[in-house]
């Protein structure tokens, strides 16, 4: 069965301090996964997609096939990353839909 | 840019009522789907529509119904709301087979009482 894991669910770092956010996924074909973050009272908002290959907001995440995982990671944290992550894999099988990982709080202290 | 809209940011209701959620959104998707976001359980579908008039249940529909009688409006029906179902409801929209990403709404956060 398809699911997305993330074992952490608060991840609290010191400003400047590197940041990696676990997520580990199930799924037999090939995956496509996303970041997904919600910082305090905004919406649900797409952070960086595995396909694109792309660093967004200095975030960077490599999908490791042989782990199963997609790691979300920054080398310096600043506090303006305190929010909510979601780790997602899509099924284009069944219309696009998204498995949600459980979610992890990140907590940036100054 | 996209805009995704949920009617209520928030809603007080009691046990045993109809409650109905409202979701629009603005760039001709055809695909929308509704979640509702648990601490410590992520996002879980509810259910999702690919077309005007057609639904597919996700993950835990059971106790809730949806609506899609126009293309940009997927609505959200708890028949006979029950205390387990005080969450926060995510509605989002994509093109087809997720060709780009979800858009999501607000969020409407439901209390039943």
């Known amino acids: 069965a398809q699911r997305v894991t993330q074992p952490e669910k608060l991840l609290s770092v010191f400003k400047g301090a590197p940041v990696e956010l676990k997520c580990n996924y199930s799924?037999?074909?090939?995956?496509?996964l996303f970041w997904y973050v919600q910082y305090s009272r905004q919406r649900l908002q797409l952070l960086l997609r595995?396909?694109s290959r792309e660093s967004i907001k200095g975030f960077t995440a490599d999908l490791n096939k042989g782990e199963t995982s997609f790691h979300l990671k920054k080398p310096f944290a600043q506090e303006e990353d305190s929010a909510m992550y979601y780790c997602?894999?899509?099924?284009?099988?069944?219309?696009?839909?998204?498995?949600f990982g459980q979610g992890t709080e990140l907590s940036v202290k100054p | 840019d996209v805009k995704v809209t949920q009617s209520s940011r928030y809603l007080v209701k009691r046990t045993g009522e109809k409650v109905f959620l409202e979701c629009v959104q603005d760039m001709d998707h055809e695909n929308m789907f509704w979640y509702r976001q648990d601490p410590g359980l992520g996002l879980r579908l509810i259910y999702f529509?690919?077309?005007?008039?057609?639904?597919e249940k996700g993950d835990i529909p059971e106790g809730y119904s949806v609506s899609r009688e126009k293309k940009e409006r997927f609505s959200l029906i708890l028949e006979s709301a029950s205390t387990n179902q005080t969450s926060m409801y995510l509605c989002?929209?994509?093109?087809?087979?997720?060709?780009?990403?979800?858009?999501f709404g607000p969020g409407t956060r439901l209390l039943v009482l």
């Open positions: 529509s690919y077309d005007v008039k057609m639904k």
């Open positions: 595995h396909i």
């Open positions: 989002a929209s994509s093109l087809p087979a997720g060709k780009e990403t979800q858009y």
């Open positions: 997602a894999l899509i099924l284009y099988n069944q219309g696009g839909k998204l498995i």
């Open positions: 799924y037999s074909g090939s995956p496509e």
